[in-house]
Structures are given as structure tokens and as C-alpha cells.
């Protein structure tokens, strides 16, 4: 054996195990938390929504018989009022204003809750344009740039193949 044999030997071991802790997770990972919390969540019926379109909300933990007001962030908006039943929770039917503009807004549901603090729910909704499900407009026509391109392209190739006839023939 040669004196370098163990050392080639530990470090052999070192890159094993270091390559299992990263390949199994090992002490490189943390393990998550959810939030907010399991049990009180704002539930939304569709998480992508257009503008004008009606959606259901609904969450628990909410004090039996106690208001909770659904707003849209962003754009601070007030939607709609609920009442909480005899188990603190809520169902309502909700309204994306027009106008609240396209991408990421934050539902939230804000009231009492069943031990009498103030209690916030949210959820991320996306909104999608009114535009009828048609993209804006935000380009230019490529048509006659594209068609310049084969165009170029094209003449290039010829040329190439002219010239190795040329060199062929010589």
C-alpha cells in the first residue's frame, strides 16, 4: 500500500457522506412550519379570479354570532360582511371589484375570535384581467421582421454553397 492510500481513503469517506446528508436532506433542510397556523384558514373557492367575477370565502375560529369583514388588499377595498354561526365559522360570496387591476391581491377576513381577540384570515387570490380572457396588446408585428430573417438566412446559404462549388471546381 502506498502512503497515500488512507488519506485517499478518508476523504473518499467524507465525500460519501457528505454527498448522503445533501442527497437525503440531512442537516441542510429545516422543517417547515405552515402559516398561518392549521385550523384557521381562509378558504377561497377558486384561486384564480377575473375581475367582476364571484367567488365563496369562508374560514372558522371566529366567535358564534359575530361579524367579519371580507376586504381585498392591495387596493384596500371592503367586499362584504358576514355572520359567524353558532361555531364561529363563516361562508360568504364575494365579488372581485372591476378595476382592482390584474396579479397577486390578499384576501382577508378580520372579526372576533372564539377566545375574543381580534382574529385575521387571508389568502392569496390571483386576478386576471377583463379583457374577455384576451391578452393586451403590448408588441409590435414580427411578421415582416421573421420573413427578413428566412430571408437573410437563405441568401446566406446559397452564397456558402456557391462558393464551395466554386472551390470544388478549381
Not at 32 to 54: D, F, H, M, R
Not at 57 to 67: D, E, L, Q, R, Y
Not at 82 to 95: E, I, K, L, R
Request: contains cysteine.
Amino acid at each position: 500500500m502506498s502512503p497515500s492510500t488512507p488519506m485517499m481513503s478518508r476523504c473518499l469517506r467524507v465525500v460519501v457522506i457528505a454527498f448522503t446528508l445533501f442527497a437525503t436532506g440531512g442537516l441542510l433542510s429545516a422543517a417547515a412550519q405552515q402559516y398561518p397556523p392549521s385550523g384557521n384558514a381562509l378558504t377561497v373557492s377558486k384561486t384564480i379570479v377575473g375581475e367582476g367575477e364571484t367567488i365563496t370565502v369562508g374560514g372558522s375560529g371566529f366567535a358564534p354570532h359575530s361579524t367579519i369583514t371580507i376586504t381585498i388588499e392591495s387596493t384596500p377595498r371592503v367586499l362584504d360582511d358576514a355572520v359567524s354561526d353558532t361555531a364561529g365559522a363563516f361562508t360568504a360570496n364575494v365579488t372581485i371589484p372591476a378595476g382592482i387591476g390584474a396579479g397577486l391581491h390578499n384576501l382577508k377576513a378580520t372579526g372576533t375570535s372564539a377566545r375574543g381577540g381580534a382574529l385575521m384570515l387571508s389568502a392569496s387570490v390571483t386576478v386576471t384581467s377583463s379583457t374577455g380572457g384576451r391578452h393586451p396588446f403590448t408588441g409590435g408585428n414580427t411578421g415582416p421582421v421573421l420573413s427578413v430573417g428566412i430571408g437573410v438566412l437563405l441568401a446566406g446559404a446559397v452564397l456558402i454553397a456557391l462558393v464551395r462549388r466554386r472551390h470544388a471546381a478549381a
